[in-house]
């Protein structure tokens, strides 16, 4: 059985050199007789581990001590109600750009804490965009901007970070964390679910400015909620052996080339797939194109029955997990950065041939 080319939007496809690489020391991790998930979180082949990790995030992203870093459990959705539970009193303000399903989600959840201003929303469109920043309805002292810089489920991406005029950015950037080179500077906190771009399920990666993290004054924050319960300790148990392949998975990014060499292969993927649905009116793309993902695509065929035909026969070519979201309908191909061009390469043959049979 050989492996398929997967598109899943997430969890979603991994290397296989890192794939391979736990295989091989699943059950006798370095030499020790153990496995590193049978293993103290506090011992020595842990905490190396956990330091490499970070350390890695650390040069991909010109990280200086200025930032912690954080691997906690509840994925990005507990990250809506812990960032709004930690830096939003209840009579402070924070602004929201609503550009999707999780932008939604992320707003309801702060909505329990404090007041939300909706400084944008493309939802007249079906969330079609994401802002220019010129659009936004920014509230003067906001206690920080949120945003999600990609959209998943509606296949929208901003091309740079919104202009807050010196407000703490708060970013969402679970599907295109480590995709592109990022201005680690501009975010007071940015944090991303694991499993789409950068290992399993099971941890969220949490990024915040310590000058933001010292901001926190409220009390009676539960002490597992508190950010700063985690702030340069493990305060408990992690989840070692997600953490363990997001570390593999972050020596593999370094090793290809760091964010530089990502950004040019996700963009020639991009281009590839963006330019096939747009080479005649066979496919649409849903998303306006200024603010195509490139790590999500997003189309339609002219009917409900050519695209179900389309996701069968693309099975049969070895081509998985292309199912659109239920709220865009159509397809959607994921590409994150363990998507191979040769996997773009092969949709985009069988698009174009189903194109050419049934067009
Ligand atoms: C997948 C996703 C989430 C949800 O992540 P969980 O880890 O399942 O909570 C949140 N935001 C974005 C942008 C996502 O793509």
């Given amino acids: 059985m050989k492996r398929a080319h997967n598109f899943s939007a997430g969890p979603a496809a991994l290397p296989l050199d890192v794939l391979e690489q736990a295989k091989a020391e699943f059950t006798n991790y370095q030499n020790t007789g153990s496995s590193i998930m049978e293993m103290s979180h506090r011992g020595p082949e842990y905490t190396r581990v956990d330091s490499d990790a970070r350390e890695s995030l650390k040069r991909i992203l010109n990280l200086e001590d200025n930032y912690e870093i954080m691997f906690l459990q509840g994925g990005a959705s507990l990250q809506f109600l812990q960032i709004a539970m930690n830096f939003l009193g209840q009579d402070e303000t924070a602004d929201y750009i609503n550009t999707g399903a999780w932008s939604q989600k992320a707003i309801k959840e702060a909505k329990a804490f404090g007041n939300v201003n909706i400084a944008f929303t493309s939802e007249d469109s079906n969330f079609s965009r994401v802002p220019n920043s010129s659009e936004l309805k920014l509230t ?23 202009e807050t005029n010196g407000i703490p950015l708060v970013c969402d950037a679970s599907s295109d964390f480590l995709s592109r080179p ?31 993290l010292a901001g926190i004054n409220k009390t009676g924050i539960p ?133 050419s049979k049934n067009g």
């Avoid at 003067?140 to 919104?162: D, L, R």
């Avoid at 694991?194 to 941890?203: E, F, T």
């Fill in 140 to 162: 003067p002292n906001a206690n920080f901007v949120h945003y999600t810089s990609n959209n998943t489920i509606f296949g929208t991406q901003f091309a740079t970070e919104p």
């Fill in 223 to 355: 002490t597992m909620l508190d950010y700063r319960t985690h702030a340069g300790k493990l305060f408990h148990t992690p989840p070692t052996f997600t953490i363990y392949l997001v570390s593999l998975v972050l020596k593999w990014l370094e090793e290809k080339g760091g964010l530089d060499y990502f950004e040019n292969l996700n963009n020639e993927k991009a281009e590839l797939l963006y330019s096939t649905i747009d080479s005649d009116d066979f496919y649409r793309g849903t998303a306006e194109v200024a603010s195509r993902s490139k790590m999500n695509v997003t189309f339609r065929l002219p009917t409900e029955d050519l695209e179900q035909q389309f996701l069968t026969e693309a099975k049969t070519h070895n081509l998985v997990s292309l199912k659109g979201h239920r709220s865009v309908g159509g397809i959607r191909a994921s590409i994150y950065n363990a998507c191979e061009l040769s996997s773009v390469k092969a949709l985009t043959d069988f698009m174009n041939d189903f194109r």
């Fill in 182 to 212: 990022i201005d680690i500077k501009k975010y007071g906190l940015i944090y991303a679910g694991a499993q789409k771009n950068l290992g399993p399920s099971g941890v969220a990666v949490v990024i915040i400015r310590k000058d933001f």
